[in-house]
């Protein structure tokens, strides 16, 4: 049976002076499994384990959720590098990973989520909107920035999300070759 974490615990991490550290968070005492939601699908009842910190998942199951939603080649070892700086939730029906968000932080100023991926095939069906939901719990001080790609604000905005000022983006080839800065 999965642990279910007491509020207390999950008030811990948005203490005022708490500073969570990598080391920190994936070696947390009591593994933060949260309950399982059940959902309906095609009725069918389908049960989403939400995982978070060094349980959540692993990069190779990572990057099998991010071929599925973004295929293209990644690299191993600089994404193991870059799962090992954020908060990881992953979400799983099974033994497939279907969703994650990681958080990324500073730990007292800004929180951000690099991203939210879930599987094409489970859309539509909450694992975002929890996914989220998990992600401004553990971020420090309570606040999440992040940008949304075109065609999905209205999903962040449906989650209860506010849209804040407008995001930039900046590549270091397109400016250096001239671009208007």
Same mark, same amino acid.
């Given at each position: ?9 999950i008030e811990a991490f948005r203490a005022p002076r708490y500073t969570p550290t990598a080391v920190e968070i994936l070696n947390y005492p009591e593994r933060v499994d949260y309950s399982l939601d059940g959902m309906r699908t095609? $009725? *069918?009842?389908? !049960?989403?384990?939400? &995982?978070?910190?060094?349980? @959540?998942?692993?990069?190779?199951? #990572? ?5 599925r939603v973004w295929p293209r080649n990644y690299d191993l070892a600089r994404t193991t590098a870059a799962l090992g ?40 069906? $909450? *694992?975002?909107? !929890?996914?989220?939901? &998990?992600?401004?719990?553990? @971020?420090?001080?309570?606040?999440? #920035? ?36």
């Amino acid at each position: 049976m999965p642990m279910v974490p007491t509020v207390r615990v999950i008030e811990a991490f948005r203490a005022p002076r708490y500073t969570p550290t990598a080391v920190e968070i994936l070696n947390y005492p009591e593994r933060v499994d949260y309950s399982l939601d059940g959902m309906r699908t095609l $009725g *069918i009842q389908m !049960q989403v384990e939400y &995982r978070v910190g060094e349980p @959540a998942f692993t990069a190779e199951t #990572f990057l099998s959720l991010a071929r599925r939603v973004w295929p293209r080649n990644y690299d191993l070892a600089r994404t193991t590098a870059a799962l090992g700086r954020t908060i990881n939730i992953g979400a799983w029906v099974g033994d497939r990973l279907v969703g994650s968000v990681r958080v990324l932080s500073d730990g007292y100023f800004l929180s951000t989520v690099p991203e939210l991926m879930v599987d094409p095939e489970y859309q539509r069906r $909450g *694992i975002g909107r !929890q996914l989220m939901r &998990r992600a401004l719990d553990l @971020a420090p001080g309570g606040k999440l #920035f992040f940008g949304a790609q075109p065609g999905n604000e209205e999903f962040f905005e449906r989650s209860g999300f506010q849209r804040g000022p407008m995001a930039f983006v900046g590549r270091r080839e397109e400016i250096s070759k001239g671009g208007a800065v």
